[in-house]
């Protein structure tokens, strides 16, 4: 994922965490903040110390890179959002985590199914 793709800043990030609405499933907590005019959307990620050693946070944080990889043409440019995991990631399957990203950005109405 590109680093113009990314929330990056700690201003960024609390604006989108306090302003924003957020939805959840078992796996995820999907926090979103409209930016008006933007070309493409932003995320950011936070896997905790809760879900392992670093080898293990990285994991989840590849496996949910990938899946905003291959839903990229249907999520709506002018988002900022932060997907934040919980406990009951650990042990899922990239395409648990995949489906688990569709849901929440389902619930949020920031994903489109035409493209």
Known sequence: MKKAYRVK?????????????SVANRQLVLY??????????????????KMGNAVKRNQIKRYLRHG???????IENEWDFLLIAR???????????KHSIQH???????????K
């Open 32 to 49: 979103t903040y409209p930016k008006i005019g933007q070309t493409h959307f932003r995320v950011g990620l936070s896997v905790g110390k």
């Open 9 to 21: 800043s700690e201003q960024d990030f609390q604006k989108v965490f306090h302003e924003g609405r």
């Open 104 to 114: 929440v950005m389902n619930l949020a109405g920031i994903i489109h199914k035409e």
């Open 68 to 74: 905003l990889i291959e839903l990229e043409p249907y």
């Open 87 to 97: 406990p009951d990631i650990r042990n899922k399957s990239y395409e648990e985590i």
